[in-house]
């Protein structure tokens, strides 16, 4: 019994010891696995190792970011470097107007604007403007005539970069270039009109030097050609100097007449030296206190011009009506400087170059 005893606790023993280590066993894995679930869902709930983890990668995601944002920075800055670089003219035109018919003046007319680019911003002239700007200084008016129906406008641009020049044909699309017949209106007929050719004042038409330095008198030259632009030193002046022309006409045969039409035409007789240092031709007329600016003929336009239109008509009308019967002009380049060099760079007219002539109502 004892033995038996003995032997029933001895293997009693070995089944609560393997029971034991059956138990711990369990209970090891069901704290692994429980440690593990705790790690999950702290994982889950506090995101520390996530948070880590990502801050690690946010923090390089930032590096990254602001990497990307200076790069971008530069190619915003190359751009604006690209676009604040300086760069040749280019000139579109285009007709934004006409032709439309002007039955006051006869005229069928255009407006042309152009659209130009570079920079700097260019400077643009144009060949012709019959508004004198009245439109803006990127538009221009064109009037044609039944005697000149056709006109090619020349817009110019030019910068530090460079010059661009574009053309347009202009031409009469007002209907027919005829002259006007009255006869099966109203049984009116065209009235008979007179051309006569005003004779230059000779004894006041010439040039003359305009020292700056006021210490130096200007030297006149009267009876003789008429010179625009700069002289060098002369033996009449010790400076180089800017020179102006003069024009004189005297008309007290028009007295009492209805002017139709008035007109000056300027044959150039010579072109001496670089007159690409002026900008434009500016046309003054004397009311007897003053000069006032009549007309401007861009540079590049050249010497041979009419001065004719229905504004200049109308002040000769408004001369030989008010009973002033002489008509003095002076021409200048702007800007009125000199280069200094021992060159004439200036146009030389003739006085026989120059053509006046009024056109009146018999």
């Not at 006051?104 to 400077?123: H, K, L, M, S, T």
Request: glycine share 8%.
């Amino acid at each position: 019994m004892k033995k038996y005893m003995q032997r029933f606790f001895s293997e009693k023993s070995i089944i609560y010891i393997l029971f034991s280590v059956f138990i711990a066993v369990i209970l090891f894995s069901v704290s692994a696995v429980c440690n593990a679930c705790g790690a999950k869902q702290d994982y889950k709930e506090s995101g520390s190792g996530k948070i880590d983890i990502d801050r690690d990668i946010g923090n390089e995601d930032n590096d990254s970011s602001g990497y990307e944002e200076k790069d971008n920075g530069n190619k915003e800055d190359i751009k604006n470097k690209e676009e604040s670089e300086n760069s040749s003219p280019g000139i579109i035109l285009k007709i934004y107007e006409g032709p439309l018919y002007s039955e006051e003046d006869d005229v069928c007319f255009y407006r042309v604007e152009a659209i130009v680019q570079g920079n700097p911003v260019p400077d643009l002239k144009w060949s012709k403007d019959d508004s004198n700007g009245a439109w803006g200084k990127h538009k221009a008016q064109v009037n044609l005539t039944r005697s000149n129906p056709s006109y090619t406008l020349k817009a110019t641009a030019a910068n530090t970069e460079g010059t661009a020049v574009k053309t347009i044909d202009l031409s009469w699309g007002c209907g027919p270039a005829e002259t006007k017949n009255d006869d099966d209106q109203d049984g009116l007929t065209e009235p008979e009109t007179e051309i006569v050719s005003i004779p230059v004042y000779s004894d006041h038409t010439g040039y003359y030097i305009d020292p700056e330095n006021p210490a130096i008198d200007d030297v006149y030259f009267e009876g003789d050609s008429i010179i625009i632009g700069d002289a060098p030193v002369t033996a009449d002046c010790a400076v180089a100097a800017p020179v102006s022309g003069f024009l004189t006409y005297e008309f007290s045969s028009l007295s009492g007449k209805n002017v139709k039409e008035a007109s000056i035409k300027f044959d150039l007789d010579q072109e001496m030296g670089d007159v690409s240092i002026f900008n434009k031709l500016i046309i003054m007329e004397s009311d007897g206190s003053g000069w006032n600016t009549m007309h401007e003929i861009p540079q590049e336009q050249g010497g041979n011009f009419i001065l004719k239109s229905s504004d200049f008509t109308e002040f000769m009308q408004k001369r030989i009506d008010d009973e002033i019967f002489g008509l003095e002009l002076m021409f200048r380049f702007d800007p009125y400087i000199t280069d200094n060099d021992a060159d004439w760079d200036a146009w030389k007219y003739n006085q026989s170059d120059i053509t006046f002539k009024i056109e009146y109502l018999k």
